[in-house]
């Protein structure tokens, strides 16, 4: 018997998607597009540990956690950065 194909997408597919999509609308070098696709990064390495429940992967979706947390810190401290010298230098 041939197993049936899945018609609906996995986790993974999703991701890999988002992660295109986002690439797609938008600059790869701007601060919200770099920063958007090493988060979908992180969260593909994570859900690619889901299967093996032991404590190496939970410590490498840990280490993947880490690093969404951080890279989205230092956007927001980026683009806030931004904004505030952007209001600074406008004359008012």
Known sequence: MIPAKRSEPTALDLLRGAQQAVLAGGYP???LTA???????CAIE??????QPD????RAA????RAAV??????VQGI?????????????
Request: proline residues 5%; charged residues 20%.
């Open 80 to 92: 806030d950065g931004d904004t505030r010298h952007a209001l600074a230098a406008t004359p008012g």
């Open 55 to 58: 404590v190496d992967a939970a």
């Open 46 to 51: 994570v859900v690619s540990l889901l299967p």
């Open 35 to 41: 920063t958007a696709v090493h988060l979908i990064k």
């Open 62 to 65: 840990l280490s993947s956690a």
């Open 70 to 75: 951080v890279t989205a810190t230092y956007a």
């Open 29 to 31: 070098e701007e601060r």
